[in-house]
């Protein structure tokens, strides 16, 4: 099955590696500097042994995440440009928990948990514009600061109205970055700026995040767990089965995977372009990687190459400058420093739990993951993100979509090219969440290498139940079955 040009590593686990050139290789020939955010990576081992796959599929798990992870998380609630003016709000629903994420009179952004204080009332189920927050069930109604200003028949609750901590709205906290609003309803959370260190910090250094507006925005429903969706788009293992159309000129086998220490909710992949796959056992010409890669792609009008590749030729470079050319007319900038990795490579970040923006130049994708109403749906959300045009107005934002379960992708409108490459990702799914009940599959069996994010990502969700659990007294014994083992 392997073949003796793999690289074993020393023989520790983890450090085996496919053939082929290091995403750190391609770099090293890139024709301009690379970004210093992608030179720097990380492995971390995170152990070999099967999980148990009820993480994925029982009820009393999911319960876990519920109470003990969605509660102490950052989660992206929305985008800024999509509340600009006071009042216009948000509503960000997680799990049974739901927020009114709202521009305030001074600009800044506020969550207000969306419960009446009366008897509970959702108080708003639609995003949209209001002057005040006003209950449909007996009136209660506050500002948009979340202060109360109205109350029928004030008389009959002075239990409630003479104390000041009981009339406003409960908030959440709210952190900005890149264009987008953070939400986490721990009121005693790590700041946002710690926990999300090291994207910041590469996003800073390297990758025009801000200037960017929302081209397109839909979400759907899914029939499987939100990890095994989420898993779907964190990992590029699956793509010589999955894909098997790309892999021409698709570096699969070795893309890189990265995981901090000092930063552990941060991860990244990244996929090499413009190189054929270690799949492919023969070599394939560079004229073969230009002309399949260009057949494929819609970023040049062409269609195909129309060009005589030279059998020497560096293929990510010539494909790059072919991007280049058309990226530079579409977003009318000068790209002539941007790196050829920039220009071609998947590079998808991913903040823990559920919330995985890509970098590079021109348009980015954006994706969240949210349970749905069982353990065996979820909810996921495609964002894309396109630079703001050189006349510096910013666009409205493109109208938001909701997919239900049995929709395609392709029923939302301007996906392009990528609802195809989604519809093959999705087919997977529901099978997934099928086979996880099945007697026959005792665990779940995660790559070394990798699939070693995926585990990341299991092993903080125990950490936060852990800690739930402690702060409650309730013992480890309760949840030791559905953790992850050690090793
Ligand atoms: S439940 Fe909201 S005013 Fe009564
Ligand atoms: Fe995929």
């Not at 003990?68 to 929305?78: G, H, L, P, R, S």
């Not at 009179?105 to 969550?111: M, N, Q, T």
């Not at 006003?134 to 028949?153: E, I, K």
């Not at 893309?255 to 372009?273: A, K, L, Q």
Request: hydrophobic share 35%; proline share 7%; net charge negative.
């Amino acid at each position: 099955m392997t073949t003796i040009e793999n690289r074993p590593g020393s023989g520790k686990p983890g450090e085996a590696r496919s053939h082929g050139p290091s995403v750190q290789q391609m770099m090293d020939s890139d024709t301009r500097p690379v970004p210093v955010a992608l030179r720097d990576h990380s492995y971390v081992y995170t152990g070999s042994a099967d999980l148990s796959k009820t993480r994925y599929t029982s009820p009393a798990f999911a319960a876990l995440e519920n109470e003990y992870m969605w509660k102490y998380t950052w989660q992206v609630a929305c985008r800024e440009e999509d509340i600009t003016k006071p009042g216009e709000h948000v509503v960000y629903d997680v799990v049974d928990e739901s927020l009114i994420v709202t521009r305030q009179a001074d600009g800044s952004i506020k969550a207000f948990h969306n419960a009446c204080l009366h008897r509970g009332t959702k108080l708003r189920t639609d995003n949209g514009r209001v002057a005040s927050f006003r209950c449909p069930f007996h009136g209660w109604t506050w500002g948009v600061d979340g202060s109360l200003a109205d109350m029928p028949c004030d008389w009959d609750f002075p239990h409630v109205t003479e104390d000041p901590a009981r009339t406003c709205l409960p908030e959440a906290r709210v952190a900005t970055w890149a264009g987008f609003v953070f939400v986490n309803l721990d009121p005693n959370c790590e700041p946002f700026e710690t926990y999300a260190s090291k994207l910041i910090e590469h996003f800073s250094n390297s990758f025009d995040f801000e200037n960017r507006y929302t081209a397109f925005h839909a979400m759907k429903e899914v029939a499987c767990n939100w990890k095994v969706c989420m898993e779907a788009f964190s990992e590029g293992y699956h793509v010589i089965a999955t894909h098997p159309q790309i892999i021409e000129f698709t570096g699969d086998a070795n893309s890189e995977y990265s995981i901090w220490p000092d930063s552990p909710y941060v991860t990244r992949f990244i996929n090499g372009f413009a190189v054929q796959s270690p799949h492919i056992k023969d070599k394939l010409s560079p004229q073969q990687v230009v002309d399949a890669y260009m057949a494929f792609s819609a970023r040049t009008p062409r269609g195909d190459s129309g060009m005589k590749v030279p059998d020497d030729a560096n293929t990510r470079e010539i494909i790059a400058d072919l991007f280049r050319q058309g990226m530079e007319a579409g977003m009318n900038a000068d790209l002539s420093k941007v790196s050829d990795a920039e220009i071609l490579d998947a590079i998808l970040y991913h903040l823990f739990p559920a919330f995985a923006p890509w970098a590079g130049i021109g348009q980015s994708l954006v994706y969240r993951w949210r349970p749905g109403r069982t353990p065996d749906t979820c909810y996921m959300d495609v964002w894309r993100l396109a630079p703001i045009p050189k006349d510096g107005k910013r666009p409205a934002p493109a109208p938001y979509r909701e997919l239900r379960l049995e929709q395609s992708w392709k029923a939302a409108e301007d996906m392009g090219l990528l609802a195809d490459v989604f519809e093959q990702d999705m087919e997977n799914l529901p099978k997934v969440q099928m086979g996880l009940k099945s007697t026959g599959k005792k665990g779940v069996s995660f790559g070394n290498y990798q699939e070693a994010r995926l585990r990341q990502v299991h092993k903080l969700i125990d950490k936060f139940i852990l800690e739930g659990l402690a702060r409650d007294g309730r013992s480890r014994s309760e949840v030791e079955p559905f953790l992850v083992p050690e090793g």
